[in-house]
């Protein structure tokens, strides 16, 4: 495996081959969608016109909190090319309440949250009222002539300060901010040992480290802004929408509306990224949906970039409070985790879910024995949070991996020596963790040496010693992240246990079309990920067809039927092998049909390279030739139905870990703050690989988001609860130029839950590099006295940190 | 967003847009020139301005483009920053305005934004408001029936966003004297390369066997206009190139601003990064 550094000017070209001569899995090949994707020359929701059809805008709330005392839409309704302007009580008897799937707890709170207002306007930017127009323009002129009269209420915004006696209520109905307290206890679960009785005694002989970490408000910022076309005439009604679940939205949109589920029809386009924000039944679409049904018109809504970010849902918002204990030679005994978890003013789709995720990961690669993790789920006035990219595994990874640098520094050594004290050794594996998940496979040892080597860790330890001997003002740090994460959401069964409202696995089928072609059916609609040429190449090499010759269908309730969704890493593992058992079921089928056209036994006939052939003789055909004559069907098998089509369902028996080491370089330019990457070097494991341009790239975005979220990102709210971050020019995101060159490589640990051997890699990037980056800045200032920095670790934050801290030197000499 | 709905023009001669904002101002109705867009047009979209006239200057041939004019370079007030970044002239004589326009936003933004849009727009926050004062350019200024007049950049920048520009009055050219083989530093301090500038300091030096023999410094976002240090500039005069003599130099480079707070950045780190950068900018033009 050789690394890859790519540098200004590099152009990808597609290999011609990855493994084997002539065989698809492992190919580097382009991905097929991107022509039209990168030209926009495809079917983007908003690029969707239909006869007749109206445009909508939302009226939205400026307050955070407060009450709705009148509405006057007179002045809105006499606007020119106004059709119509409804409120939330116009729309009440029809609108339901939006879903939240994961009831955590049998006692958990939940407000209904109705997709336009009614009442009460619990965070600044919800819907109120919608306008439907003939004109977009229109539309948004009428809106703001909409005369909403409103008195205000206290807001609560601040986690902490929402749990106190005598705070604000986010829902004053509810009478508490808590949403639900969810507790994990390694003990309880017999997965381990009592954390209490490991603290107790690690105070007395060992070596016990308490923090707390702030996960900043995350705001998923995908590229192509949300938006809904409904379509209401015939029999069936369709919606089109720029979501990552269509086959959830159709189940919810039946129980939210009573429509029954086989009259609606959704389709997800082509849908511009999602990092798990278009992982929602949203009041927008809901909206969209009541309005057309009620003006009998195709409707369309599309919102703008300031209200994507201030009513798409949020991500991370978590306060930690964690306890390590270990012994006085560095080795874990015991991680107690105290979760605040900001659920914002509603539970949106998985919203009450997203820190229990987390509870899993928090032991992380290591092996310590006792564990317990508590969360307190809360309600405050702002926008409510959900899935975003890792959801709950980026949380709860950077806590254990900022405390096992904590632990090294506490003990002076070295964070990667500390690492492997207490990591699970390959040999070790399969291994049943204290939070009682199997990890299936994984060589922390061997990503961890070839990181090192690539890095130059040595040398640049040398250097960093340098700069600080000569007190050089731009000092060097480097940080560590040893990851894994759970992937391949997820086996139902699991999904269950944890009161999850679905299950979580994935359907494909394969049609032999009569010309050789192939059309693959997944459940598993794209946002952006390139399923269309990875499944393309499973496929090819399945059923050792041309690659060209398969087309892969996707994202259209009415085309593919049953489907779970893409999110959580979950596609390769789960609906990738739905796509395996589906091709391996027309290869059978395809067999008794060749036997019985080569007069041949069945156990005779051989299948190589997209031939079925008697054994031992040159006789055989083609499956392309075999799907042409099934189509014929002149001749087919007694009581054998004339196809060779095959659906597949694939539940999953266990999740897939992959893993990898992150070393990220930084320099930290003392006199500014200012903090510049100068190395990132990561070594992911994510199993086999069917196409690795698309991990790289997979890694690339990732890295570039959980960056973001060490530096730069950072939703604020004023003191009454008003996003203040609404635009681009406030919300930092990192460019191209901002950020380094990666240096990315791999190892493959096979999965062993799955027949492709494939763990995801979606999310991995996200996850790891959010810790190794604040790492790398803290080492590089630690020995100034700098013990933490708030993230995003901004230049005033550094260079404050800086200024009042106490010289560790200074310290030990008082 | 949706703009909400406005008139526009599009002359071609300066004449014939200073003609449309006359007519506009006579029957008070609220109009904006539009240059480049890179602020207007965001403004416009977020519904933060509702003109009601939108004269477009992109088809007016005569603002585009750089001149020589004897002891001083004229650029044109529609030409691009990307024109004025590359330009030879601009290069060659004010090398101080070719580093600073690079460090403009990015490549898009680059080819649309202009050097007089910049200017006539007097965001704080922009980054070419400091070269233009500490170089002392002279802005031409066109208004109704033919009458022209020039301001020197200091008096020209009155507030926030606000400049000496009348509603009929339109910016067509920035005369810049030439500070041919003067040494020339921009230091910009922001957190990602689109986003404005936090504070920055343009520094040209002329200096003359490691002696600094003239400075001009300008502070960008250090209060409501852009700044000039005119005492450090004062003090760095006869200084050796030196880090030591440059620190001891600039420390006063606060006096006078009143730095605005942010989520950035409050008060007092503005103060403290002008001090830093204010050292770096000036060693670097200086060679040293």
Redesign the interface.
């Known amino acids: 495996m050789t690394a890859v550094e790519d540098r200004p000017g590099d152009v990808i070209q597609d290999s011609p081959s990855g493994g084997a001569a002539g065989r698809e899995l492992g190919r580097a090949r382009r991905r097929k969608e991107d022509g039209r994707l990168i030209t926009g020359r495809t079917k983007w929701t908003d690029n969707i016109v239909l006869p007749g059809m109206l445009h909508l805008a939302m009226v939205r709330s400026p307050y955070a909190h407060a009450r709705i005392t009148s509405i006057d839409t007179s002045a809105a309704q006499g606007a020119p090319n106004v059709v119509a302007v409804l409120t939330g009580r116009d729309l009440d008897d029809e609108q339901g309440g939006l879903p939240n799937a994961w009831p955590v707890t049998p006692d958990q709170k939940a407000p209904r949250h109705p997709a336009l207002a009614v009442d009460e306007v619990t965070f600044a930017g919800e819907a109120v009222a919608v306008v439907a127009a003939r004109t977009?323009?229109a539309a948004?002129?009428a809106a703001?002539l909409v005369d909403v009269e409103y008195e205000e209420l206290p807001v609560v915004l601040d986690l902490e300060e929402a749990v106190t006696d005598g705070a604000p209520l986010a829902h004053p109905s509810l009478g508490t901010n808590v949403s639900a307290h969810w507790v994990f206890d390694s003990a309880e679960a017999g997965t381990g040992d009592d954390v209490e009785q490991a603290i107790a005694r690690a105070r007395e002989d060992g070596i016990v480290i308490e923090r707390r970490f702030r996960q900043q408000r995350l705001i998923p910022a995908f590229m192509e802004p949300r938006s809904t076309v409904v379509d209401p005439t015939g029999e069936q009604l369709t919606m089109w929408s720029a979501t990552q679940i269509p086959h959830i939205l159709r189940v919810m949109l039946a129980m939210v509306t009573g429509i029954p589920e086989s009259k609606i029809r959704v389709i997800a386009p082509d849908v511009g990224g999602g990092f798990g924000g278009k992982l929602q039944v949203t009041p927008e679409e809901v909206t969209t949906l009541l309005v057309a049904r009620r003006l009998r018109k195709p409707c369309k809504l599309t919102e703008?970039?300031?209200e994507s970010m201030m009513v798409a849902h949020h991500g991370r918002d978590q306060v930690q409070r964690l306890t390590l204990a270990a012994t006085k030679d560095g080795r874990v005994t015991g991680l107690k985790v105290d979760l605040l978890a900001d659920m914002g003013a509603y539970l949106g789709l998985v919203t009450s879910g997203v820190p229990i995720l987390g509870a899993f990961m928090f032991n992380a690669i290591y092996k310590f024995p006792a564990y317990r993790f508590e969360c307190t789920n809360v309600f405050t006035n702002k926008a409510w949070t959900d899935a975003y990219r890792g959801a709950g595994r980026p949380e709860a990874t950077f806590a254990i991996e900022r405390m096992m640098d904590e632990l090294a520094a506490e003990l002076g050594e070295d964070p990667l020596a500390v690492r492997e004290r207490n990591w699970i050794r390959h040999e070790e594996f399969p291994f049943t963790t204290v939070a009682g998940l199997e990890y299936d496979s994984g060589n922390y040892e061997a990503a961890t040496s070839r990181a090192v080597e690539l890095f130059d860790y040595e040398g640049l330890r040398r250097e960093q010693a340098e700069r600080r001997e000569r007190h050089d003002p731009v000092q060097l740090g480097i940080g560590v992240s040893t990851f894994t994460e759970m992937c391949g959401l997820a086996p139902s069964r699991v999904l269950g246990s944890l009161s999850y409202g679905a299950g979580g696995w994935e359907a494909a089928s394969i049609r032999m079309l009569p010309t050789g072609k192939v059309e693959v059916v997944t459940g598993s609609s794209a946002h952006g990920q390139g399923h269309e040429t990875a499944w393309s190449q499973i496929v090819a090499e399945r059923l050792g067809v041309p690659f060209e010759d398969v087309e892969v269908l996707h994202g259209d309730t009415q085309v593919a039927h049953k489907g779970m969704d893409t999110y959580g890493s979950r596609s390769l593992a789960v609906g990738g092998i739905a796509v395996v058992q589906a091709a391996d079921k027309v290869v059978e089928k395809a067999r008794t049909v060749a036997a019985h056209l080569l007069e041949a036994d069945p156990a005779d006939i051989e299948f190589t390279d997209g031939r079925l052939s008697v054994a031992g003789t040159d006789k055989g055909m083609t499956l392309q030739e075999i799907a042409l004559a099934v189509f014929a069907a002149h001749n087919m098998p007694d009581g054998v139905e004339p196809s060779i089509d095959a659906d597949a369902v694939y539940d999953p028996d266990n999740f897939s870990f992959p893993h990898g080491t992150h070393l990220c370089a930084t320099e930290v330019d003392t006199?500014?703050g200012?903090v510049r990457i100068r190395r990132y070097v990561c070594v992911d494991d994510v199993g086999e690989v069917v196409n690795p341009l698309i991990v790289e790239g997979q890694v690339h975005g990732g890295l570039a988001q959980g960056i973001a979220q060490a530096?730069?990102e950072e939703a604020?709210h004023d003191d009454q609860g008003t996003l203040?971050?609404a635009?681009?020019?406030?919300y930092?995101?990192?460019?191209a130029?901002?950020l380094p060159h990666f240096v990315t490589d791999r190892t493959t640990t096979p999965s062993s839950t799955n027949p492709l051997g494939v763990k995801g890699v979606g999310e991995a990037g996200t996850i790891a590099s959010t810790p190794a980056v604040v790492n790398a800045v803290l080492d590089a200032v630690r020995h100034l006295g700098v013990e933490d920095i708030q993230m995003p670790m901004?230049?005033?934050r550094v260079?404050?940190a800086i200024q009042e801290a106490v010289p560790v030197a200074q310290e030990e000499s008082r | 967003m949706i703009p909400t709905a406005f008139e526009y023009a599009s002359p071609t001669t300066v004449e014939e847009a200073v003609a449309a904002l006359a007519e506009a101002v006579s029957h008070h109705r609220d109009v904006k020139v539009l240059a480049g867009g890179q602020s207007l047009l965001p403004v416009l979209r977020l519904r933060l301005a509702a003109p009601e006239l939108v004269v477009d200057l992109s088809r007016v041939e005569g603002l585009r483009g750089v001149r020589d004019d004897g002891d001083a370079i004229v650029i044109g007030a529609m030409t691009t920053h990307d024109e004025v970044m590359r330009d030879p002239l601009v290069n060659e004589h004010d090398l101080l305005l070719a580093l600073t326009t690079r460090t403009v936003a990015d490549p898009q933004v680059r080819h649309r934004g202009t050097f007089g849009g910049s200017l006539a727009h007097a965001d704080p926050a922009g980054d070419l408001l400091a070269p233009a004062l500490a170089l002392d350019a002279q802005l031409v200024i066109a208004g109704p029936s033919g009458r022209t007049r020039t301001v020197a950049a200091h008096d020209f920048f009155t507030d926030l966003f606000t400049t000496t520009l009348d509603e009929d009055e339109l910016l067509v050219e920035v005369r810049v004297p030439k500070y041919t083989g003067w040494g020339a530093s921009y230091q910009k301090f922001n957190r990602v390369a689109q986003a404005w500038s936090i504070v920055g300091v343009a520094a040209a030096v002329k200096s003359d066997g490691g002696t600094i023999g003239e400075a001009r410094i300008g502070l960008t976002n250090m209060a409501s206009t852009p700044v000039r240090a005119r005492a450090v500039e004062q003090a760095l005069v006869g200084q050796p190139a030196t880090d030591e003599a440059i620190r001891a130099a600039v420390a006063d480079v606060t006096a006078g601003t009143q730095p605005p707070a942010d989520a950035n950045a409050d008060a007092d780190y503005r103060r403290h990064l002008a001090g830093v950068l204010t050292r770096r900018a000036v060693l670097a033009a200086a060679g040293a």
């Open positions: 977009a323009a948004r002129d703001e703008t970039r300031t006199e500014t200012a530096l730069y604020i203040t971050t635009t681009f020019v406030d930092l995101l990192p460019s130029v901002d901004t230049p005033q260079w404050r």
